[in-house]
């Protein structure tokens, strides 16, 4: 009888290990430990990566892998290529010149902010093709299941000779990453700021990295929730008068995320100044899972803010951060740790509220900001602006909005996460914020995509706020309703105008909509006066000098 | 760059005494608003100069809404913009008015 072929339990494993050797013999005495010279990088990348290997470029929402994204432009297509990209964010034009220089060909991403209009215009010469956009949540968890990386390169603030990371604040998507490439049988490469004897504290354990190189300059970080007050409008700070009494007060809603954006920095402004004046300090708005935006200063120095979890960090923030340990989640070392998969997760399943803006809402309520010339993805947008089906704990606001909801929709009792979309009904040069049909129609259809775009599905929002009023989807008995109670808050678009004006004043005595005066605000007394901040200095002297702001927003 | 000129005249309106008032300032996004007491037999006169062309159906909806709401006759308005969304228009045309009014009741 024949023996059976022995079956190999440990080729993945193997394959890593002859990477590991070819880079060991192309590296020769330069390699000491763990630390690659920058000079060598190229060679190194051109040792470890295979055709075709899914590679992850750590290109986060703020710091960004820059060298090794330099270095992998720089490697040759004829040894390397066909590499299937995997990013969280797309923000540097290497990440793009990959496919242009033949070494990449597929992608797999969430966010592409700084880069959507070149990416769009790449998908339309069939230059790259694209797996999925996926949610930041929603892109880790494949890396644990069919995306797992066989190379990672990541960016860290420092390491020691035997791989050992620190983050810093802006530890932001390394920890995941580096956990699912490590553990199975990836290689991971870092690039640090600066190499030294012992890092302040560990972030990513040396045994779980293979080379780290030094970079010759420090790594790119993007200061993208720093909102300047003196740029908030009257029109914000209406919208964040009703907000604060016609949403956050009525549901008691302690638990949050803000999206990004001036609309929200306005709300987070009039904290300490308007929600303090209706007595609602300790009452609203204690919890976040947020990144430590300098606008929050006022409203945690005023007592109003018990703890905030970041995704990662601001720049400029580090010192206030470190000396308010009792708010944000310091090491050790006293420095923050961020970390963008649990901040997404409490977002999603801890946070009774979410509030963001978009581009464009259509009659059923569904927001989307993708338009026909960018391909820009939402990052997490739609993790904290959905109800989180699988929460099973109550609170006070969850249960009042699942109330509401089963007062049209009748049902076993359960709760409701609030997702409110703020816009003002036009945006600069007059471009409505309401729409027929989203542009995210043609997009799909443009670039070949399964299903439209969408940021925001109708079915989790509950609310939408503009200059004109809060429309409450919740108390809205069918669609018609529905689309009748968005056209009555949709101002002077057309799909405003189109109105039916006796269903909107029907809405309107029922509370479904609620206009300026239904909540007992006078909007006179929208000024930008009721900021508790009008300009950076001013938040500079609030956190008590602590807070530094990058040289872009300093004007004194 | 054209200016367009827009001009509304609304009827019946009630005379109440104000003072003439000037609101906002025409700074990009902006507008200026001047109200004025103006013999128009009841009428409420709007004109307004703005640099965006073509949204005249939006400026009449907002005006008749604006008038709806305060109903103030033996006025003129003039408005000055530079290229402010329909919100700012609204806030600042009711800021303008009561503006106006507040001065009136205070006038001896």
């Avoid at chain 1, 945690?300 to 400029?316: D, R, T």
Wanted: hydrophobic share 40%; aromatic share 8%; with cysteine.
């Amino acid at each position: 009888m024949q023996k059976p072929t022995e079956k190999i339990w440990d080729y993945e494993r193997q394959r890593r290990n002859r990477k590991l050797e070819r880079a060991a013999s192309a590296l020769g005495a330069s390699l000491r430990d763990k630390v690659v010279p920058a000079d060598m990088a190229v060679q190194l990348l051109e040792a470890v990566i295979a055709p075709g290997d899914r590679v992850c470029l750590e290109g986060d929402n703020q710091k960004q892998a820059d060298f090794l994204a330099k270095s992998l432009t720089q490697i040759d297509p004829a040894k390397v290529n066909r590499l299937h990209m995997l990013q969280s964010v797309l923000a540097l034009p290497e990440h793009l010149d990959l496919y242009e220089l033949g070494i990449a060909e597929l992608l797999d991403f969430s966010f592409s902010g700084p880069q959507a209009a070149r990416l769009a215009r790449m998908v339309g010469k069939g230059q790259i093709r694209i797996g999925a956009i996926h949610t930041y949540l929603e892109l880790f968890s494949r890396y644990f299941v069919d995306l797992t990386p066989h190379v990672a390169l990541v960016v860290a603030q420092s390491a020691d000779a035997q791989g050992n990371l620190y983050t810093g604040p802006n530890t932001e998507d390394t920890p995941a990453i580096v956990e699912a490439t490590a553990f199975k049988n990836g290689i991971v490469i870092a690039q640090v700021n600066e190499l030294v004897d012992k890092v302040p504290r560990v972030d990513i354990p040396g045994d779980w990295v293979n080379f780290v190189i030094p970079s010759p300059r420090p790594h790119f970080i993007e200061p993208l929730f720093t909102r300047d007050p003196a740029q908030i409008s009257e029109i914000q700070v209406l919208m964040a008068m009703m907000a604060i009494k016609g949403i956050y007060a009525e549901y008691g809603v302690q638990r949050l995320n803000h999206g990004i954006g001036f609309d929200t920095a306005a709300i987070e402004l009039l904290l300490p100044t308007y929600a303090a004046s209706l007595g609602l300090k300790g009452k609203i708005c204690s919890h976040w899972a947020l990144n430590p935006h300098p606008t929050m200063i006022p409203a945690i120095e005023a007592g109003f803010v018990k703890s905030i979890h970041s995704f990662g960090s601001e720049l400029g923030m580090e010192n206030y951060i470190a000396a308010r340990p009792d708010v944000f989640f310091n090491g050790p070392d006293g420095t923050m740790r961020s970390n963008r998969a649990y901040s997404q997760a409490a977002g999603h399943y801890a946070c009774d509220l979410f509030i963001g803006s978009t581009l464009q809402i259509d009659m059923a309520g569904n927001s989307s900001t993708a338009t026909l010339d960018r391909i820009s993805g939402f990052g997490g947008a739609p993790n904290m602006g959905a109800d989180a089906a699988g929460r099973r704990h109550a609170s006070p606001a969850w249960l009042k909005a699942g109330e509401q909801r089963r007062s049209q929709q009748p049902g076993i009792p359960r709760g409701r996460k609030l997702v409110v979309q703020m816009v003002e009904t036009f945006r600069e040069h007059m471009q409505p914020a309401f729409v027929a049909e989203l542009d995210a129609w043609k997009l799909a259809e443009f670039a070949s995509m399964p299903i439209p775009p969408v940021m925001i599905y109708g079915e989790d929002v509950t609310h939408i706020l503009t200059e004109e009023g809060i429309a409450n989807l919740l108390l809205c008995a069918n669609a018609e309703e529905r689309e009748q109670a968005i056209r009555g808050v949709a101002g002077y678009t057309e799909m405003g105008l189109g109105r039916d004006l006796r269903m909107v004043e029907n809405l309107r005595d029922r509370g479904v909509i609620k206009r300026a005066e239904d909540m007992g605000i006078d909007k006179r007394d929208a000024t930008r006066d009721l900021l508790a901040a009008r300009s950076i200095k001013d938040l500079v002297r609030a956190s008590g000098g602590l807070y530094q702001p990058p040289a872009r927003f300093r004007n004194w | 760059m054209t200016i367009e000129n827009l001009k509304y005249r609304f009827d019946n309106g009630t005379t109440t005494r104000g003072v003439t008032a000037i609101v906002g300032v025409l700074g990009s996004g902006n507008l200026e608003v001047l109200v004025e007491p103006a013999a128009l037999g009841g009428a409420c006169e709007i004109e307004v100069k703005t640099a965006a062309n073509g949204f005249g159906a939006i400026w009449h909806a907002v005006m008749k809404d604006f008038f709806a709401r305060h109903r103030v006759g033996d006025i003129r308005v003039s408005v000055n913009d530079a290229g402010a969304t329909p919100a700012i228009v609204s806030l600042r045309l009711d800021q303008a008015i009561e503006t106006y009014l507040a001065q009136g009741r205070t006038k001896k």
